[in-house]
């Protein structure tokens, strides 16, 4: 199916959602850091890395993944495609398919980021590097695919059934 967005526009909302979860990652990451820290103070050693991970899911995962459901839900697609007049029409709409929608679109990410605190606080290891390079090629996939398809979708949108139009083009 043809869609009449361009690559570079749906491209440069992605780059815009991903450039904001950034900006999450490094807060949460501050308050992570800041935890050890206090931590590594009193007791003389790190968090242990579950606690870690537990942390990042916590604060970073569970918050992000709850902004991006109510924004489908309420605004009809995340900051950026709000940015951009884009907005996200499912097949099927009900709160079960958007999660999973938004689950499918950021765990590539969480979990790169789950393998860099790893990293950070224990050691590179085969599994941690594994997940890393694993979830880099999803992300790179999804990208790649969307760029060279006429409907301008990704394998998520395909899974989910959705599709990514102009705002105005649904009245």
Request: no cysteine.
């Given at each position: 199916?043809?869609?009449?967005i ?6 440069t909302?992605?780059?815009t ?8 990652f ?6 992570i ?7 590594q103070?009193?007791?003389?050693s ?5 606690i ?5 899911v ?9 902004l991006h459901?109510w924004?489908d ?6 900051l ?20 999973l929608?938004?689950?499918?679109k950021?765990i590539g ?7 860099m ?9 085969t599994v941690?590097?594994i ?5 880099f090629?999803?992300?790179l996939a999804n ?7 006429k409907g301008k ?19």
């Amino acid at each position: 199916m043809d869609n009449e967005i361009t690559a570079k526009l749906r491209l440069t909302s992605l780059l815009t959602d991903w450039l904001m979860m950034n900006l999450a990652f490094l807060a949460g990451g501050v308050i992570i850091l800041a935890i050890n820290f206090i931590v590594q103070l009193f007791t003389g050693s790190y968090l242990p890395l579950f606690i870690n991970q537990l942390l990042l899911v916590i604060i970073i995962y569970i918050p992000w993944l709850g902004l991006h459901v109510w924004f489908d839900l309420e605004k009809g697609g995340s900051l950026g495609k709000q940015m951009f007049r884009l907005s996200v029409n499912y097949q099927n709409s009900n709160i079960l398919v958007i999660v999973l929608r938004n689950v499918l679109k950021w765990i590539g990410t969480f979990i790169i980021l789950s393998s860099m605190v790893h990293i950070l606080f224990n050691e590179i290891t085969t599994v941690s590097g594994i997940l890393f390079i694993l979830s880099f090629i999803w992300l790179l996939a999804n990208i790649l695919i969307l760029t060279v398809n006429k409907g301008k979708w990704h394998f998520i949108d395909k899974i989910v059934n959705s599709q990514v139009n102009f705002k105005e083009s649904l009245s």
